[in-house]
């Protein structure tokens, strides 16, 4: 098998020839295993993803970046991207300096108990037959359930002329799907985790699934609410994707640079509740394995780290890719993201979640009088320039004078302006949930791993 | 095409006792190039090479006859032995595995002659990108009162090859182009106007026109406001076309049949109260210059056009080869380019009436495809008050196709946009929109 550690010396000398010709130049390799083993009520199968085994020689000619990638990891090929790269002319601008960083050589590895490639298949195939099983004796109403489990073990590699990193990432997925029908609606669900680490975390929470299949039920019909702008408390997850929409799209600085943020002109100012702190890390794994966005290095080899985004109510910082940093001459932070070697690093987000506060949940529901409790998020938009935003969910429950009245409708899509909803938060829960199963995108396209998270929240929002 | 890889997988392959087999490979050729306000950020050139393989086995024990799938993809640079374990360790999933069993013909097939490839791109994608690019900086110029913010351009040559153990083999080679960009617009560059659209030949991405209309969106941006909340006739246009229909196409999928969860009935018709205009959507998998165009499915048998829907009612399922043979309906493949007939009225005559709502941009306009609800915030669009047009934007449009589709009109005039080929807008009349 192809080991990246192998080409260390291959991109190190690839680096070392390309910067007697251009001030800057790095590569990026990487190597996926996957396996993905499903159980749906009427059909099985395994597959085994792309392994993406390929790699990127990056150089700054002193005006812009170049770039060759190719999926033939060989000495042969890498030179053959040394080559192709020298054929370009240096430009002489000297207004922007790439920064390769501090001198470090290190190999990083996650934290795998039982190795998720050692279970045998069968294992996993009757896991996920069981749990899909158990699913499916919850409701009549469930027409058809797919329950999954899978893993990635992701190995990468960084050379620049300071820095040689590896590092060996492993995240096991257990996810589920259920559609219930009563032949004249239709409704589905889903919920599931994704966690650093291999096969140990491979259980089944049949609590939290009877929970969501009951929630289901409600949804299967539910009518729509009367458009309108209500006090509502997000749920752990729908607060995650509010700040994944809210200041995470709208602080990555490449946006600042091609000026499609607003967040550029109010670092240092207040943006949202004093109550609010907001983070975006990579390390956030080191304390919750289900914060699976978690790295050592990024794909442009900034060491991890955590970054406050906002502080009180204030907007402090953004996260940066290379370019942008080195362009709008700020602090890089880990950020610098690919979809895979074959695709260009954008500022991306990793980790990013509201810092829990101290209300209890029961305290927050007492404090509504007419509103909305919004669970089950699905998906979310940003508008860094517009600052306006979309989420939706599944499920918003009716809240009157401090208590659930039963009545559920569904779906749901929160609208409004990004300050305005940030100001408008009152409260802040003492609780903190990850939701793991994310992936991100950069506009519609360029999609990297990702997890939000949060307390519960109280607030104001526009809904329909 | 690198032939060597593709044919030695299937030296290997052949040596196994496998029911059925298919090899498909891939290999791309990709210039990317990225701007900044007229200033080069990155240009991206590479290769790559993907071979998947799809292989089923016959399970037999004393509960019947099952079917065993499972599929892998194998790195270029495996070795023999590598390529060996990794097709040994997907037959022994496959085996793990009992679905209802299903027969995979075993006969031999004729190809049509089909090109989707653009001469030009296929020569050299990185020329063509920068010839792109250099006439997008030349035509942005030419617009006042906007800067555009950022392009980004893929343009890409693909060659497909596909064999399976009937000993079917064919090469398909096809060419893509993507764009994304921004337009700003206002004293402070405050509103902007995101754009994205792809295209299989260089003419079919009309590059000057999308420039034009997005320069223009941008500066009506600037003085757009929310509507007041309440219920509009509304005619959806560009971005929400994409997937508008997603409900229909999941529910005649044989797969949601088989699962149980589809609402539609075959012969029946599409909803309770039909549409104003009847609605035929029809499948065509060798659109010239369609993004899904394709040869054959995954078991090489060859596709061809069919009606899902034709005037309002339910006339075939998209059923793939295990669904057709469990619920015992014809084969038609998978869906590929899906396309929906035109209607009788221009898009003028709809959006004229006092009060109309036209919606062009969202923050991202994607239908529940199980429920049939949509929901998104609205970017821009225009509503009509005494014959003009007047730029909205902000607050939300929701509702569930299922509720609104008898009230629904198609306009006279087909668009190629993306994926979508169909009617340039597509009214309904009552749907909710949240604002001020």
């Known amino acids: 098998m192809i080991e990246l550690k192998e080409f260390q010396k291959d991109f190190s000398q690839a680096v070392e020839k390309l910067e007697e010709k251009f001030p800057y130049a790095s590569a990026f390799a990487q190597k996926l295993e996957s396996k993905n083993i499903t159980s749906s009520t009427r059909e099985d199968n395994v597959s085994f993803p792309d392994p993406q085994t390929g790699f990127t020689l990056t150089i700054f000619n002193g005006e812009n970046f170049i770039e060759y990638f190719s999926s033939n990891l060989s000495s042969e090929e890498i030179n053959n991207g040394v080559k192709y790269l020298l054929s370009y002319e240096v430009k002489n601008k000297k207004d922007v300096i790439i920064d390769p960083g501090e001198k470090i050589e290190k190999d990083f590895s996650q934290e795998v108990k039982i190795d998720p490639a050692s279970i045998d298949l069968s294992t996993y195939l009757d896991k996920a037959k069981e749990n899909r099983s158990k699913i499916e004796k919850l409701s009549k109403l469930i027409q058809m359930t797919m329950f999954r489990l899978g893993y990635e073990k992701r190995d990468e590699l960084f050379v620049n002329r300071n820095k040689k990193l590896f590092q060996r990432l492993c995240r096991f997925e257990s996810l589920y799907f259920f559609i219930l029908s009563d032949g004249k609606y239709s409704a589905e669900m889903f919920d599931g985790f994704a966690k650093i680490g291999g096969f140990e975390h491979a259980s089944f929470d049949e609590e939290k699934v009877k929970k969501v299949v009951e929630d289901g039920i409600k949804v299967l019909g539910a009518p729509r609410l009367t458009p309108g702008t209500y006090t509502c408390i997000f749920s752990p997850a729908m607060a995650g994707m509010f700040a994944h929409e809210a200041f995470g799209h709208g602080t990555e600085t490449d946006m600042f640079l091609k000026k499609r943020a607003t967040g550029e002109e109010y670092i240092g100012k207040q943006v949202a509740s004093k109550l609010v702190n907001m983070w975006d890390s990579p390390i956030l794994g080191l304390k919750d394995n289900e914060a699976c966005a978690s790295f050592y290095f990024d794909h442009e080899g900034e060491l991890a780290n955590a970054t406050q985004i906002i502080k009180d109510g204030i907007l402090i910082s953004g996260l940066t890719d290379l370019n942008s940093a080195s362009r709008l001459k700020i602090k890089r932070t880990p950020n610098g993201r690919r979809e895979s070697y074959s695709h260009k690093a954008y500022a991306r987000m990793t980790n990013t979640y509201f810092e829990n506060g101290k209300t209890p949940f029961n305290d927050m529901l007492k404090k509504v009088d007419y509103g909305f409790y919004i669970d089950h998020a699905t998906n979310g938009m940003e508008d860094p320039k517009g600052w306006g935003i979309q989420l939706e969910a599944l499920y918003a429950a009716e809240i009157k004078n401090g208590s659930f009245t039963g009545k559920v409708f569904s779906p749901v899509i929160v609208t409004g302006y990004v300050p305005d909803l940030l100001m408008s938060i009152s409260d802040v829960g003492n609780d903190f949930k990850i939701s793991s199963l994310g992936y991100c995108g950069k506009g519609h396209k360029e999609w990297v791993k990702v997890t939000d998270a949060g307390p519960h929240l109280l607030l104001k929002a526009r809904l329909a | ?436």
């Open chain 2, 1 to 436: 095409m690198k032939n060597s890889f593709h044919q030695k997988v299937i030296d290997i392959l052949k040596k196994q006792n496998i029911y059925f087999w298919t090899v498909k490979s891939i290999f791309e050729k990709r210039a990317e190039s990225y701007f900044i306000f007229g200033e080069p950020e990155n240009q991206r050139y590479g290769e790559t090479e993907k071979h998947t393989i799809f292989l089923w086995v016959i399970n037999e024990d004393n509960n019947g006859k099952f079917i065993g799938n499972s599929t892998a993809t194998i790195s270029e640079k495996s070795s023999d032995e590598e390529i060996e374990k990794t097709i040994k360790d997907a037959i022994i999933a496959a085996k793990l595995v009992k679905n209802p069993f299903f027969e995979i013909p075993q006969k031999k097939y004729q190809y049509p002659s089909f090109s989707n490839t653009d001469i030009e791109i296929k020569k050299d994608p990185s020329s063509v990108c920068y010839k792109l690019s250099s006439q997008i900086k030349d035509l942005s110029l030419k617009f006042t009162d906007v800067k555009l913010s950022t392009t980004e351009l893929f343009v890409s040559y693909i060659e497909e090859k596909l064999t399976t153990s009937a000993e079917n083999s064919y090469e398909f080679d096809h060419t893509k182009l993507m764009i994304e960009g921004v337009f700003l617009a206002g004293k402070n560059l405050e509103t902007e106007s995101f754009f994205t659209d792809q295209a299989v030949f260089i003419d079919d991405l009309k590059v000057e026109q999308i420039l034009k209309d997005q320069a223009s969106y941008a500066k009506d941006s600037i003085d757009a406001k929310p509507l007041s909340t309440g219920k509009y006739n509304v005619v959806f246009s560009l971005e929400a076309l994409e997937d508008f229909f997603s409900f229909f196409y999941t529910h005649s999928n044989a797969m949601a049949v088989y699962n149980r969860f589809s609402l539609l009935k075959l012969d029946q018709p599409i909803a309770e109260n039909l549409p104003k205009n009847s609605l035929t959507i029809k499948v065509d998998p060798q659109i010239k210059g369609g993004i899904y165009s394709a040869i054959s499915d995954q078991y090489g048998i060859p596709l061809a056009p069919f009606t899902v829907i034709e005037k309002n009612r339910m006339n075939k399922y998209i059923a793939q080869l295990q669904y057709s043979q469990y619920l015992n309906i014809p084969y038609t493949g998978p869906a590929t380019n899906f396309i929906i007939e035109k209607g009788d009225s221009s898009i003028e005559e709809l959006t004229s009436k006092e009060g109309t709502v036209h919606l062009l941009r969202f923050s991202a306009f994607s239908p529940k495809d199980i429920t049939g609800d949509f929901s998104s915030e609205i970017r821009l669009g225009y509503i009509t008050k005494n014959g003009k047009k007047i730029p909205i934007k902000g607050g939300s449009v929701s509702g569930n196709i299922r509720n609104l589709i008898h009230t629904m009109k198609l306009t006279n005039k087909i668009v190629k946009s993306g994926s979508y080929i169909g009617p340039d807008g597509i009214y309904l009349e009552g749907v909710d929109i949240a604002g001020l």
